[in-house]
């Protein structure tokens, strides 16, 4: 079969990153389409070309790609994808909406619905200072556009693949769907199990208000005999760097050897987002280290809490720093009852084989449900022959059978 592969747009490596990775292990020829190509790291795309849409030549669109959302609809629906039989769709929100054919099969691994014109729409207007005035009107109208053209632009996908059941939930809430569930991969060979672990907590993360990085600083604050090392970059670290004591510490962006390292020799990893998935509290665990999390989510599915068996780390159930410091201090009461060896036992759950061999087995499951209204069809066009082949019969003399 010609396999096309879409993916939204291509600029850092992340989570999305990892998962296209492995589709092109499981279809290395197929052709790549992005709305934009500015990744450094070519290896993540098998060093294959990318097809990319008009949104790559306007004005700052490497920096600031996002702004051109309201043009992105009608960007992914001039990639031409008549020639080939397989699409799959890697997407957070726009990549699923490529136009295909009825006989053309389009699989879609969806990472999260559109949740910045839907559950979430008043957060990020908040967010943005975006409540009131003109300006709140027109991104609210955009808003509202852009959730009809998800809603209809889902309807061409035949099977879709959500990374976590949580994700699944929003699948059915906004599309009304049912979805697989396929974790994303997670490379467990790059990371190495360490026992050996200092004094110390861990952050790694983008300084954005949805991470609420601000609360876990908040919790260390209050208590100046934890040490707390915060990885990461982003628009708020100025403003986190402001309110921290003493014992938090600022390090930015680190290359991945040296976020390994922490995370190899931090006590805990410490994590506050409302996330349906995140990669990151799997690599911890991947090296053996604890997880303090808040108990919503994604996070769910991939750390098991103290309490159950082989845990891997605590929950709290409030995004607060109260509550954050509580489970920090459950967890240095019951630290001893989380191993290693089951952090790292937990991470090869979710290891890019399983992805792999699971991802396969929907893609096959896919073409065959697709195909079989053909199949049905040409059982009929046999029946019709059968049924010509009748009328010549003579009607004291039926049809032989063999």
């Given at each position: 079969?010609?396999?096309?592969?879409?993916?939204?747009?291509?600029?850092?490596?992340?989570?999305?990153?990892?998962?296209?990775?492995?589709?092109?292990?499981?279809?290395?020829?197929?052709?790549?389409?992005?709305?934009?190509?500015?990744?450094?790291?070519?290896?993540?795309?098998?060093?294959?070309?990318?097809?990319?849409?008009?949104?790559?030549?306007?004005?700052?669109?490497?920096?600031?790609?996002?702004?051109?959302?309201?043009?992105?609809?009608?960007?992914?629906?001039?990639?031409?994808?008549?020639?080939?039989?397989?699409?799959?769709?890697?997407?957070?929100?726009?990549?699923?909406?490529?136009?295909?054919?009825?006989?053309?099969?389009?699989?879609?691994?969806?990472?999260?619905?559109?949740?910045?014109?839907?559950?979430?729409?008043?957060?990020?207007?908040?967010?943005?200072?975006?409540?009131?005035?003109?300006?709140?009107?027109?991104?609210?109208?955009?808003?509202?556009?852009?959730?009809?053209?998800?809603?209809?632009?889902?309807?061409?996908?035949?099977?879709?693949?959500?990374?976590?059941?949580?994700?699944?939930?929003?699948?059915?809430?906004?599309?009304?769907?049912?979805?697989?569930?396929?974790?994303?991969?997670?490379?467990?060979?790059?990371?190495?199990?360490?026992?050996?672990?200092?004094?110390?907590?861990?952050?790694?993360?983008?300084?954005?208000?949805?991470?609420?990085?601000?609360?876990?600083?908040?919790?260390?604050?209050?208590?100046?005999?934890?040490?707390?090392?915060?990885?990461?970059?982003?628009?708020?670290?100025?403003?986190?760097?402001?309110?921290?004591?003493?014992?938090?510490?600022?390090?930015?962006?680190?290359?991945?050897?040296?976020?390994?390292?922490?995370?190899?020799?931090?006590?805990?990893?410490?994590?506050?987002?409302?996330?349906?998935?995140?990669?990151?509290?799997?690599?911890?665990?991947?090296?053996?280290?604890?997880?303090?999390?808040?108990?919503?989510?994604?996070?769910?599915?991939?750390?098991?809490?103290?309490?159950?068996?082989?845990?891997?780390?605590?929950?709290?159930?409030?995004?607060?720093?109260?509550?954050?410091?509580?489970?920090?201090?459950?967890?240095?009461?019951?630290?001893?009852y989380i191993t290693p060896a089951a952090c790292r036992a937990n991470a090869e759950r979710f290891s890019a084989t399983?992805?792999?061999?699971?991802?396969?087995?929907?893609?096959?499951?896919?073409?065959?449900?697709?195909?079989?209204?053909?199949?049905?069809?040409?059982?009929?066009?046999?029946?019709?022959?059968?049924?010509?082949?009748?009328?010549?019969?003579?009607?004291?003399?039926?049809?032989?059978?063999?």
């Amino acid at each position: 079969m010609k396999v096309a592969i879409v993916h939204d747009w291509l600029v850092a490596p992340g989570g999305a990153e990892k998962v296209l990775e492995q589709i092109i292990e499981c279809f290395p020829d197929a052709d790549l389409f992005s709305l934009v190509d500015f990744l450094e790291d070519r290896q993540l795309l098998a060093n294959k070309p990318v097809a990319t849409s008009f949104i790559q030549r306007l004005p700052f669109a490497r920096s600031r790609y996002r702004m051109y959302l309201p043009l992105m609809p009608l960007a992914v629906e001039q990639f031409d994808l008549s020639g080939y039989d397989l699409i799959i769709t890697n997407s957070s929100s726009i990549a699923k909406g490529v136009l295909v054919g009825p006989d053309q099969t389009h699989i879609s691994y969806v990472h999260a619905p559109m949740r910045y014109v839907g559950d979430l729409q008043h957060r990020y207007l908040r967010e943005a200072n975006l409540r009131r005035g003109p300006k709140s009107w027109a991104v609210r109208t955009m808003l509202h556009y852009l959730r009809g053209w998800d809603a209809d632009a889902t309807n061409s996908v035949d099977h879709l693949i959500a990374n976590s059941h949580s994700v699944a939930r929003r699948v059915m809430k906004a599309y009304r769907r049912d979805a697989a569930v396929i974790p994303p991969p997670l490379d467990v060979d790059e990371f190495e199990l360490c026992a050996q672990k200092e004094d110390f907590y861990l952050v790694a993360s983008r300084m954005e208000p949805c991470e609420r990085i601000d609360l876990i600083v908040d919790a260390f604050n209050a208590t100046p005999e934890r040490k707390l090392i915060v990885i990461g970059d982003g628009p708020l670290m100025a403003s986190m760097r402001a309110m921290a004591a003493a014992n938090v510490t600022f390090i930015g962006a680190q290359p991945f050897d040296m976020l390994k390292d922490y995370l190899q020799r931090a006590r805990a990893f410490v994590f506050a987002a409302e996330e349906d998935f995140s990669i990151v509290l799997l690599e911890a665990q991947a090296c053996g280290t604890p997880v303090i999390a808040f108990g919503r989510g994604g996070v769910l599915e991939t750390v098991v809490p103290v309490g159950e068996r082989q845990p891997t780390g605590v929950f709290f159930a409030r995004q607060t720093a109260v509550a954050i410091l509580d489970a920090i201090d459950r967890f240095e009461r019951l630290h001893h009852y989380i191993t290693p060896a089951a952090c790292r036992a937990n991470a090869e759950r979710f290891s890019a084989t399983v992805f792999r061999r699971a991802f396969m087995a929907e893609v096959t499951r896919a073409i065959s449900v697709v195909d079989l209204p053909e199949r049905i069809a040409a059982m009929g066009r046999g029946d019709r022959e059968l049924t010509t082949q009748q009328q010549d019969w003579p009607a004291d003399e039926p049809p032989k059978r063999n």
